[in-house]
């Protein structure tokens, strides 16, 4: 009866060591799988964290893009009001300097009158008042 006694408990020992050895291999499973899912996990928060950051840079150059356009189109509208401005100062500087207008400004608020003919003058003499310097063109 001995005999049989040990090979049960030999027995019982040979089931109990695989079973240890069956735990041991869960165990060794179980902490691969949630190594893996640790993994996953960190390796989909990084990518969350580059697409967050990717798309935060794609909304700052649109808006930078935006501020430069609209600030293009207020120099557009300014160019066109200093062209305007430019070309109204342009006619009024022809309408200054016509001769029609000069005539009528020395006649009406200087009291002149417009020559016959032209006059040239000896600015070079030294006797400017005198009457030889005075040369009248025609005669």
Known sequence: MLA???EYYEEDYALEAERQRQQELKERKAKKEQAECRALRRGLLQLAA???C???ACVALSSWAM???NSLVALQKEEKLIGRRNSELNIEVEQLKSPNRI???A???LDMKVARSTIYVNAAAKGAGRRENVLLAGK
Do not use: A, K, L
Request: hydrophobic share 35%; aromatic share 28%; glycine share 22%.
């Open 54 to 56: 990717g798309y935060m």
């Open 50 to 52: 580059v697409g967050f």
């Open 107 to 109: 006649e009406g608020q």
């Open 67 to 69: 501020y430069e356009g």
């Open 4 to 6: 049989r006694r040990f």
């Open 103 to 105: 005539i009528s400004f």
